[in-house]
């Protein structure tokens, strides 16, 4: 399985990645892989990624450029984005 990661903001300076092409073996893991199972996956690469992935930071996914909630499931060829909430004022 491939995908295609893009990473926002805050997440893109931290982390010090715009953009990453990504191959998983075609097992379980991949068939399955979610939003979640994904962050989890990256936030093993660090303490930084295991605190921007998965700490407070409630960081949103999209897939395919739709806003997805983190049970969504992504499949072969997709195109994931990871940005942290945006505020305004």
């Known amino acids: 399985m491939k995908i295609k ?13 715009s953009t990453e092409d990504l191959e998983l073996p075609d097992d379980a893991f991949a068939q399955a892989l979610t939003i979640l199972k994904l962050k989890a996956f990256l936030a ?18 999209a897939i395919n450029h739709e806003l997805v909630d983190d049970n969504a499931p992504i499949v072969d060829g997709d195109e994931v984005a990871f940005f942290p909430p945006v505020t305004g004022g």
């Open 5 to 17: 990661i893009f990473y926002f903001a805050r997440l893109k300076e931290t982390l010090k990645f």
């Open 44 to 61: 093993k690469r660090s303490d930084v990624w295991q605190q921007m992935l998965l700490g407070k930071l409630k960081v949103r996914g």
